[in-house]
């Protein structure tokens, strides 16, 4: 089964605020965009294998069935919605941020 991709509007931001930061912000406009295609590229081999990702640890997430595709220093963020056969990602985080303070408004999911 192939699944469709979808991103949250708060994913989009993240993706947007980590391209702007290596680019503006440290000046290698390059990198941001050799990075932004490597994630990309990296989500969109969910399509076809989304279960090779582990559950996130904290119970609170597993339970939700967050789980998490490692990209360099980035965490991407997302669950599985079988019944809509839809990937939803939900953030894309760099491995510096707390993972679960970032992630309390999908507990209410």
């Known amino acids: 089964m192939r699944y469709k991709i ?3 509007d708060q994913a ?3 993706i947007n605020n980590i391209y702007s930061y290596i680019a503006f912000d440290l000046s290698s406009p390059e990198t941001a965009e050799k990075l932004y295609h490597k994630i990309i590229a990296e989500i969109e081999t969910l399509a076809d294998f989304p279960f090779r990702c582990a559950l996130l640890s904290e119970e609170s997430f597993r339970r939700l069935g967050l ?3 490692l ?3 980035y965490s991407v963020i997302f669950i599985v919605q079988e019944s809509s056969s839809q990937i939803i990602i939900l953030r894309i985080l760099h491995q510096t941020q707390n993972t679960p303070s970032q992630l309390e408004d999908f507990l209410s999911l």
Do not use: A, K, V
């Open 6 to 8: 979808c991103f949250t």
């Open 12 to 14: 989009f931001f993240d």
């Open 67 to 69: 789980r998490r595709l």
């Open 71 to 73: 990209i360099q220093h």
